[in-house]
């Protein structure tokens, strides 16, 4: 994670502003000692792509609305 004094910061804030936007987080130091951190927002909707995509890796699809104790017509022949 970056740093990135307060002086820094004020003179640069728009390009701060916009590396925060493409996601980086970076700390905010007055006289050397960190006093803020600047975070990108969360994005609920990529943030739900990313827990779907890691739960299909594991799922197991399954026919859900076919009990398994009947016999199909279909398999009678």
């Given at each position: 994670?970056?740093?990135?004094?307060?002086?820094?910061?004020?003179?640069?804030?728009?390009?701060?502003?916009?590396?925060?936007?493409?996601?980086?987080?970076?700390?905010?130091?007055?006289?050397?000692?960190?006093?803020?951190?600047?975070?990108?927002?969360?994005?609920?909707?990529q943030?739900?792509?990313?827990?779907?995509?890691?739960?299909?890796?594991?799922?197991?699809?399954?026919d859900?609305?076919?009990?398994?104790?009947?016999?199909?017509?279909?398999?009678?022949?």
């Amino acid at each position: 994670m970056d740093t990135i004094a307060v002086s820094e910061l004020r003179s640069n804030l728009r390009k701060v502003i916009l590396r925060v936007e493409r996601g980086e987080t970076l700390e905010i130091t007055s006289m050397g000692k960190v006093v803020a951190r600047l975070v990108p927002p969360e994005n609920a909707q990529q943030e739900a792509r990313k827990k779907l995509k890691d739960v299909a890796g594991t799922a197991v699809l399954h026919d859900v609305l076919s009990p398994l104790d009947v016999q199909w017509e279909a398999g009678k022949d």
